[in-house]
């Protein structure tokens, strides 16, 4: 991850540290996680021994064993109000969600902005009220490197939003032009934009950690249709050609964002065509979401037709002709209409789609020549119902 990376791996014995001081000061052994619930590092009582009794709480196991819960753990625990508590938070046993023994949580919080947690099994009788109180000031420590760790990513979020919000011209030029001075020597390397749409918030409490993203050098939120939002990922390539790294932060971004769709632009050199890129992502996500099977990680290259139609302005897109196929009362003979032209109408490939005969094909597909007026038999008649109903998904 970059530059990011280094100060991660410079504070990594930090971490350990400052854990270790809390599993003394408690007399049990505390487990640090980002936001994401990604583990950081376990105190020093965390021994073999620990593991053998952490086998009876299955959430424990996993989460020390694989180094981060599931989406579900995490849905569970936030339920209890963590993200918002200021303090500790006691968590009862619930052996139906896996958890079959307490926990004290530790929120690690830095300016009023949750960046963490600390665990801690919670025994009988537990700790007194001054062992948490002098645990919670080592928690502030804690926030405190987080946010450091956070403070260059926060940097980059505002300029990488300037670039993908900019006009283009010279307002775009100066973005970039900020951006690369940022980064430094990690500009000119291969990158790539990831766009995860919709996301469900703007909340930049509720904002994916870089540090659980490998490849990713910054991220934000920018407008998304008339009243959300979606997320972009700027992500560091090894080689312009292989986009693996993207699809495994669009993957992980995923897990986060239910219903939503993710498109990756081609990969470039440095950061000239960063407006592009962040076009071809948006795009990509656009056509993901209209044609599923695109989804639910669309590519630039692979999204065909919809590379230029994403580029038209929403009133250029429709077609006085195919109005009236458009609406709900026709919207079966429009897919017929689809499926035919998808097939370069082949009639028996058509009909064995839709499960439908011959006959009834023939029908429908007059039905759609009198409603539109079009010609099938016409190639331009045919590519412009073609590209109408197709843009009409966006």
Request: charged residues 25%.
């Amino acid at each position: 991850m970059g530059e990011n990376a280094q100060v991660t791996s410079e504070h990594r014995g930090d971490y350990q540290e400052l854990v270790d001081e809390i599993s003394e000061l408690l007399g049990a052994p505390a487990t640090l996680e980002n936001r994401d619930f990604e583990l950081i590092a376990f105190g020093a009582y965390d021994s073999e021994d620990e593991l053998d009794a952490a086998a009876l709480d299955p959430v424990r196991t996993r989460s020390i064993l694989t180094r981060r819960s599931t989406a579900a753990v995490r849905t569970w625990f936030e339920g209890f109000g963590i993200t918002r508590a200021t303090g500790p938070v006691r968590i009862p046993p619930t052996p139906e969600a896996g958890v079959y023994r307490g926990r004290v949580c530790l929120p690690v919080r830095h300016r009023g902005v949750v960046l963490g947690y600390v665990w801690l099994l919670d025994d009988d009788p537990g700790p007194s009220q001054a062992q948490l109180a002098a645990a919670m000031e080592v928690a502030g420590r804690i926030g405190a490197l987080l946010a450091d760790e956070a403070q260059h990513g926060a940097d980059l979020t505002r300029e990488l939003r300037a670039v993908l919000t900019a006009e283009r011209g010279w307002q775009r030029d100066m973005a970039v032009a900020e951006l690369h001075t940022a980064l430094g020597t990690r500009a000119d390397v291969p990158h790539t934009v990831v766009c995860v749409a919709p996301w469900p918030s703007a909340d930049p409490d509720e904002a994916p950690s870089l540090r659980t993203l490998p490849g990713a050098t910054a991220l934000c939120t920018v407008p998304w249709g008339e009243t959300g939002q979606c997320l972009a990922v700027l992500v560091r390539l090894r080689s312009a050609d292989v986009l693996t790294p993207a699809g495994a932060v669009a993957s992980r971004l995923l897990e986060r964002a239910p219903g939503a769709a993710a498109g990756i632009a081609a990969g470039r050199a440095g950061l000239a065509g960063l407006g592009t890129v962040w076009q071809e992502a948006a795009a990509s996500a656009r056509a993901a979401l209209a044609e599923p099977r695109l989804g639910p990680v669309a590519h630039w290259a692979s999204i065909g037709p919809f590379r230029l139609l994403t580029a038209l302005p929403r009133e250029s897109a429709q077609d006085p002709a195919v109005h009236a196929l458009l609406t709900p009362a026709h919207r079966e003979l429009a897919r017929t209409a689809e499926v035919y032209l998808d097939r370069a109408g082949q009639a028996g490939r058509t009909a064995a789609e839709l499960g439908i005969h011959r006959q009834t094909l023939y029908y429908r597909l007059s039905r759609v020549e009198q409603l539109t007026g079009l010609d099938l038999d016409d190639g331009e008649d045919r590519l412009l119902l073609h590209m109408t109903l197709k843009a009409a998904r966006l």
